[in-house]
């Protein structure tokens, strides 16, 4: 999300700071990103391939957060693209203005790997709070309600994925569709509801995945030595999921809620506002690596889904 410096409430003018860098750093980093992604996932799509006929509810939602990496990663050369044309025309080498189909589809294709990666990393840690906390409630752990709520999670993603793009697109500036303008009420209530949508959008699955994992932790500390050898492999994916989910996005909304209030004159600080400024670049590059580091939760927990579909096909054969 770009905003422009004028706000509705203005920060004092000489409140400024040089962000230049960010054109070069938009590049770099996605265009790793986009190739450590494009290798990690294909190979994690390939051993899904090679799994186990008797699909479990853990792999389901894995093949769904391997679905939302790759809508990132089709995304990133359309911002490296428009980084690029940014840079030139910040360097005064030529003109050039995104249109609004340009800005809806980068921001939109963002958001459903953003907030895909987001859900479907809660979902693995509901999965793994009923399988240790409440393994007899096997009913919410079959495939069938796995994929149902698949669904349900992408009709969510899609609607906030839209509907983003849609306020930023209303309160963008005239003949400039990608920079939101914070000089009127009006755009500062549609910037502000955006923020509202996304803080909700990582808040609620932030608490319900540590208290998931909060559950799990509890009752397998609980457990004789010898139970927990056998849970080994539920603690590294358990550790790896949270990892990921808080290293890659806690950065990025608590930079971006600073970010905004200063930008729209809710928070007058200077010093915060020059240091969101300059460290939005690097938090929402962090952010985007969760597509590069995906594919360690599913390396951590393939032994995992193999026992447990072994599990199922011997029940199904009873």
């Known amino acids: 999300m770009h905003l422009q410096n004028t706000t509705y409430t203005p920060i004092a003018a000489n ?9 070069t750093f938009y590049k770099t980093s996605y265009s790793m990103i986009f190739i450590f992604g494009v290798v990690s996932n294909c190979i994690a799509l390939k051993r899904f391939c090679r799994m186990p006929q008797a699909f479990t509810s853990t792999a389901v939602y894995m093949a769904n957060l391997a679905a939302a990496d790759i809508f990132f990663v089709i995304s990133l050369p359309l911002r490296i693209y ?4 940014k840079a030139s025309i910040y360097n005064r080498t030529r003109d050039w203005s995104p249109g609004v189909a340009f800005c809806q589809l980068t921001f939109t294709l963002k958001y459903i790997s953003l907030y895909g990666g987001i859900f479907f990393l809660v979902c ?8 240790v906390v409440h393994p007899l409630v096997q009913h919410l752990r079959k495939v069938h309600t796995a994929r149902l ?3 349900g999670i992408w009709c969510l993603v899609l609607a906030l994925s839209l509907a983003l793009p849609f306020l930023y697109s209303a309160a963008s500036q005239r003949h400039k569709s990608c920079l939101l ?3 009127s009420k009006r755009h500062r209530a549609l910037i502000l ?8 959008a990582y808040l609620l699955p932030a608490l319900l995945l540590l208290f998931s994992y909060c559950s799990v932790l509890r009752v397998l500390r609980r457990l004789p030595r010898r139970r927990k050898i056998r849970h080994r492999r539920t603690l590294t994916v358990i550790y790896w999921v949270l990892v990921v989910f808080f290293l890659c996005f806690t950065p990025y909304h608590l930079n971006l809620l600073g970010y905004t209030l200063t930008q729209v004159g809710l928070v007058q600080s200077c010093g915060l506002a020059k240091v969101t400024k300059v460290l939005h670049p690097i ?7 969760n597509c590069c580091l995906n594919p360690l939760i599913y390396y951590f927990s393939s032994s ?9 096909r011997g029940s199904a054969s009873q």
């Open 193 to 200: 509801a955006a923020l509202g949508l996304v803080l909700i």
């Open 304 to 312: 995992l889904m193999h026992k447990e579909a072994t599990v199922s």
């Open 181 to 183: 303008d914070p000089s």
């Open 149 to 151: 709520l698949s669904v």
């Open 124 to 131: 693995i840690g509901v999965d793994r709070y009923f399988a």
């Open 283 to 289: 938090v929402l590059s962090l952010a985007s690596t």
């Open 82 to 85: 428009y980084h690029h044309n």
């Open 15 to 23: 409140c400024t700071v040089d962000t230049s860098y960010r054109f």
